[in-house]
């Protein structure tokens, strides 16, 4: 196979990761939503009309990139007909974790191709509930750029290259927040409150004697791990410590279904909740199940989900 050959797959494998043509873009992603079954935004169809831009943090050395992404995503937010504005109910923040520019391609011990890769993770916050919803990953988005010559000429390339990936990483956020994230998350998802014995839950998750608390220990967060192996049982916990628990719990309920039989088997679940489960249901209804499965195998610790507590907010 051939460089050309490599590379394509590689580019293909990673989607709108990787630096196209506007116009191509724009017809590619008109293809997308018609296959998929997806239709193009209006402002009836946003989930709420306003978003505001909270704290970018920039854990990289490449100086200013948290002002650059900042700016492009309120252009992309507004692209899609939401309002940026710093009184809006729900709060995009997140922090960019990776910056790296390397060589990719070598023709006689010169760099002639170098790849851009950025790394970045999201989170949608109800500012009114304190609901945290995440809407990107840590995955990371790569431009490439061709570039032979002075240094002046790479730098230069690696700027307009940076602003693909960024611009590439704002257009999943914004895809995210539409698709991914449901219409009534703020009542489907966990708020402190919710959680109504954080001390007796974990605990359990702690001791692992069962197969769900053992799955959910293996899918936390490190830090979430040692503060859970680390607890004690005597006294209580505190609000900093809730809260990181209650966004690790929603991670949970908005990614693959947590049903799997053995995991479940020692759990008494309603009908009702096994035959959404038979299902295996997408969108909002596979948050909504997750949120119904947490809550009947823990149901001293977290509280009962209300259908139509909040209804569909911020519209």
């Given at each position: 196979?051939?460089?050309?050959?490599?590379?394509?797959?590689?580019?293909?494998?990673?989607?709108?990761q990787?630096?196209?043509p506007?116009?191509?873009?724009?017809v590619?992603?008109c293809?997308?939503l018609g296959g998929?079954?997806?239709?193009l935004q209006?402002?009836g169809?946003?989930?709420?009309?306003?978003?505001?831009?909270?704290?970018i943090d920039?854990?990289?050395?490449?100086?200013?990139?948290?002002?650059?992404?900042?700016?492009?995503?309120?252009?992309?937010?507004?692209?899609?007909g939401?309002?940026?504005t710093?009184?809006?109910?729900?709060?995009?923040?997140?922090?960019?974790?990776?910056?790296?520019?390397?060589?990719?391609?070598?023709?006689?011990?010169?760099?002639?191709?170098y790849?851009?890769?950025?790394?970045?993770?999201?989170?949608l916050?109800?500012?009114?509930?304190?609901?945290?919803?995440?809407v990107?990953?840590d995955?990371?988005?790569?431009?490439?750029?061709n570039?032979?010559?002075k240094?002046?000429?790479?730098?230069?390339?690696k700027?307009?290259?940076?602003?693909?990936a960024?611009?590439?990483l704002?257009?999943a956020i914004?895809?995210?927040?539409?698709?991914?994230?449901?219409?009534?998350?703020?009542?489907?998802?966990?708020?402190?409150q919710?959680?109504?014995?954080?001390e007796g839950?974990?605990l359990k998750l702690?001791?692992?004697?069962?197969?769900l608390?053992?799955?959910?220990?293996?899918?936390?967060?490190?830090?979430m791990?040692r503060?859970?192996?680390?607890?004690?049982g005597?006294?209580?916990?505190p609000g900093?410590?809730?809260s990181?628990?209650?966004?690790?719990?929603?991670a949970?309920?908005?990614?693959?279904?947590l049903?799997?039989?053995?995991?479940f088997?020692?759990?008494?679940l309603?009908?009702g909740?096994?035959e959404?489960?038979?299902?295996?249901p997408?969108?909002?209804?596979?948050?909504l199940?997750?949120?119904?499965?947490?809550?009947?195998a823990?149901?001293?610790?977290?509280?009962?989900?209300?259908?139509?507590r909040?209804?569909?907010?911020?519209?």
């Amino acid at each position: 196979m051939s460089w050309s050959d490599k590379e394509g797959d590689r580019l293909r494998h990673r989607g709108l990761q990787a630096s196209i043509p506007l116009p191509a873009l724009l017809v590619a992603f008109c293809l997308l939503l018609g296959g998929c079954g997806y239709t193009l935004q209006t402002k009836g169809d946003l989930p709420f009309e306003a978003v505001s831009l909270g704290r970018i943090d920039n854990k990289t050395t490449e100086p200013k990139l948290q002002d650059q992404f900042n700016r492009l995503l309120a252009e992309t937010l507004s692209e899609y007909g939401f309002y940026v504005t710093k009184t809006a109910r729900y709060s995009l923040e997140g922090e960019v974790k990776q910056f790296l520019l390397r060589p990719s391609v070598e023709l006689s011990s010169v760099a002639t191709q170098y790849e851009v890769i950025i790394r970045a993770s999201f989170r949608l916050v109800d500012r009114e509930t304190g609901r945290v919803s995440p809407v990107l990953a840590d995955s990371p988005y790569v431009t490439y750029f061709n570039s032979v010559g002075k240094l002046e000429s790479v730098l230069a390339q690696k700027e307009l290259s940076s602003r693909d990936a960024l611009k590439n990483l704002s257009q999943a956020i914004v895809m995210t927040i539409l698709y991914s994230v449901p219409t009534n998350f703020s009542s489907l998802l966990l708020t402190v409150q919710d959680i109504r014995d954080p001390e007796g839950l974990v605990l359990k998750l702690k001791a692992q004697q069962d197969p769900l608390s053992r799955y959910i220990m293996s899918r936390f967060s490190e830090e979430m791990r040692r503060e859970i192996e680390n607890y004690s049982g005597s006294g209580g916990l505190p609000g900093t410590f809730k809260s990181a628990l209650a966004g690790e719990l929603n991670a949970l309920l908005q990614g693959a279904s947590l049903y799997e039989r053995d995991r479940f088997a020692s759990v008494a679940l309603t009908e009702g909740t096994r035959e959404m489960a038979a299902r295996e249901p997408k969108s909002s209804d596979r948050v909504l199940l997750n949120r119904l499965l947490l809550q009947e195998a823990y149901p001293g610790e977290l509280a009962p989900y209300q259908q139509n507590r909040e209804g569909r907010e911020g519209r």
